[in-house]
């Protein structure tokens, strides 16, 4: 995963997927990047949040490693499922308004 030493000072400098990818040393498709890019950083930020209150007490260096592993898992979640199965954004988990489905006249 990380090859050289990386600082949490240089981490909170990332705003690009594609920077967090270099910064871990993840290889990565562009095009896969371009497609998922949102719902890749949505679901790391979900991600850190989880390894921040599991972990509260790791050393730089190892959060950095979780955060690692969390933005490898993020990415890789998308290679295997579509944004509407995570539902990660508020307009994935809302019934539309003012719309009656087909099912519901058959009843």
């Not at 995963?1 to 910064?23: C, G, H, N, P, R």
């Not at 998922?36 to 050393?59: G, M, W, Y």
Request: net charge negative; proline share 3%; charged share 30%.
């Amino acid at each position: 995963m990380m090859t050289t030493a990386k600082t949490f000072a240089e981490f909170k400098t990332l705003t690009d997927t594609e920077d967090y990818l270099q910064f871990f040393g993840i290889a990565y498709d562009q095009g896969f990047v371009n497609v998922n890019r949102l719902h890749i950083l949505k679901q790391f930020s979900k991600l850190i949040e989880e390894v921040d209150a599991a972990f509260p007490t790791l050393s730089e260096t190892e959060k950095l490693e979780k955060y690692g592993q969390a933005f490898e898992e993020a990415y890789e979640l998308f290679k295997t499922s579509s944004p509407l199965e995570t539902k990660l954004f508020k307009v994935f988990q809302e019934k539309p308004k003012d719309v009656v489905f087909l099912k519901d006249l058959t009843k």
